[in-house]
């Protein structure tokens, strides 16, 4: 709709225009302040030039009415154009609120050490990576969902000498914990599922902590998969770490050749300080190893070999530090780090009853996942990750979400939803009764619900350019309440206007199910 108007006023003026929303709807759906910017250039004043403007539209079907007003010029939409744009969307849902942007997107996250299952940590990264790309599929980008499996280093070991340590307790022996080690009811799990695959003689022996580690690893990734599949999301690739440090003797010569890497103490490090990081980085240790930063630049230069057009990450706040760094490297790798887009999703604290949630027993000392979606189911739990934007923190009670009443957003929304099917059921009329009826003539009120039900595409389009879903969550708790609202003081069966009412309850239900849609939740006919 915005488009539109936007096309009208280049084809009318000549140049792209910058469109705004006026407080009040009383003034208009839309306002320009072009009338300002031409004044210079045209030395002239812009209550002058906002009136010649105003009236270059006075012919124009898209708009009933034109008016300028201190400079500002305000364009308030035809309800002829209301209908016929209201009518298409009804007949081409799957194009509502879509576009053709084209871009080449690869997109990672959660990307959680594959050594116990997913904390509501990892889940806030989850949704918010799943339905950032559910939004720009829907706006024409080819998005590429990818999950990095942090697969090397000590934590892995770790791993696998946890498990080994368990296993060794269940067959009844007395063992010397680390100082550290994975805890929790997984890794008994885990321990008795290995007894049982490699048998009670494997673990007599110290080298079985590193085929342990491997096949703990590939245990706890089919139980990530399993979890993230259990709300809706799946990815398209998945890249080993572990496997990323074949390429690294190849990626440290391109590093060297560019005048990256010094030696000093012992250690190479990359000169990360010139190209916006506070320090240089260690990359090599004294012994040779690479460190996790090497396997991050390795990843990356991957990345960029592949040809996308836009790099994604999702990351946890803690890895805030991390961004100058690689994007050091991307630079010293000859690549342009400004395709690199990082997202830092903070932490989450979940009430119960007021009170702090417990941790859980399974997990060791976090809350998990999969507790969360079993207590309150992944429809809330993804509404509630989304609502607000990703780098604050969110605190939420978990027993809001249980209410049936308009203090639980998801509820208040699928309500309204799922009230429009009621409506028409009471009055025994489909779709195709009403999907043609003119809607005209309507109260001001009404009028103003149609508008807003159909600024939906302005919403996922202003949602996914700003890295803020928080915008769609909103505007869905938004239109649910106008809805409500309007429904509560209008009679509609047995009314002049039972059918246009129809039609109109009929855009409102298309945009709460389109935009519950792009976060990862149906929506709800029936409550």
């Given amino acids: ?103 080449r997107i690869l997109l990672e996250f959660v990307s959680a050490n594959p050594t116990g299952p997913l904390h509501i940590g990892h889940a806030r990264g989850a949704v918010l990576g799943d339905a950032l790309a559910r939004l ?3 706006l024409g980008n080819k998005i590429q969902k990818e999950y990095y499996i942090n697969d090397a280093g000590n934590q892995i070991y770790l791993l696998g000498l946890s498990i080994y340590l368990a296993a060794k307790e269940e067959l009844g022996e007395q063992v010397q914990w680390p100082k550290e080690y994975y805890r929790g009811d997984y890794i008994k799990d885990l321990a008795k599922k290995a007894i049982e695959v490699f048998g009670r003689a494997f673990f007599s022996s110290k080298e079985a902590i590193e085929e342990l580690a491997s096949w703990g690893k590939d245990q706890m990734m089919e139980l990530i998969v399993h979890d993230l599949e259990q709300v809706g999301i799946a990815f398209d690739s998945f890249v080993s770490e572990k496997s990323l440090y074949e390429r690294w003797d190849e990626v440290l010569k391109i590093l060297k050749n560019h005048g990256a890497i010094y030696e000093k103490d012992g250690k190479l490090w990359l000169r990360s300080s010139e190209y916006g990081d506070e320090k240089d980085r260690v990359v090599v240790r004294e012994d040779g190893r690479p460190t996790y930063l090497a396997g991050d630049i390795i990843y990356h230069y991957q990345k960029f070999e592949r040809g996308f057009e836009r790099y994604i990450n999702i990351w946890g706040a803690d890895h805030h530090g991390y961004i100058a760094r690689v994007k050091a490297a991307i630079k010293f790798l000859g690549y342009d780090p400004n395709r690199l887009e990082v997202l830092l999703a903070q932490m989450v604290s979940l009430l119960k009853g007021g009170e ?172």
Avoid: C
């Fill in 1 to 103: 709709m915005k488009k539109k108007v936007q096309q009208e006023l280049k084809k009318v003026l000549g140049k792209d225009v910058l469109l705004e929303k006026p407080k009040d709807k009383k003034f208009g759906h839309y306002a320009t302040p072009i009338a300002f910017s031409l004044a210079k250039e045209l030395r002239r004043s812009p209550m002058q030039i906002a009136d010649e403007i105003a009236k270059s539209f006075e012919e124009s079907p898209i708009f009933e009415k034109v008016e300028p007003l201190k400079g500002y010029v305000n364009f308030k939409l035809s309800e002829s154009f209301l209908d016929d744009y209201a009518t298409w969307a009804l007949k081409n849902e799957e194009r509502f609120g879509a576009d053709e942007q084209g871009e």
């Fill in 356 to 527: 702090p949630y417990k941790m859980s027993k399974r997990a060791g000392n976090f809350i998990l996942m999969s507790e969360i979606v079993e207590e309150i189911g992944a429809d809330a739990m993804r509404f509630m990750f989304l609502s607000k934007k990703a780098d604050t923190h969110l605190e939420f009670d978990i027993d809001i979400l249980k209410k049936e009443d308009a203090s639980n957003p998801v509820y208040y929304i699928n309500y309204a939803h799922a009230r429009v099917h009621s409506v028409f059921a009471k009055a025994g009329k489909n779709i195709q009764d009403v999907v043609d009826v003119p809607l005209v003539d309507l109260p001001q009120e009404a009028k103003d619900l149609l508008f807003d039900a159909l600024v939906l595409p302005e919403v996922i389009e202003d949602a996914y350019a700003k890295r803020e879903l928080q915008r769609l969550t909103d505007y869905l708790k938004f239109l649910a309440a106008q809805f409500h609202s309007f429904y509560n003081r209008h009679k509609v069966i047995g009314t002049e206007y039972e059918d246009r009412y129809l039609k109109l309850f009929l855009v409102v239900a298309l945009s709460i199910r389109v935009g519950l849609g792009l976060l990862g939740i149906e929506a709800k006919k029936r409550m």
């Fill in 136 to 138: 720009g599929k829907r």
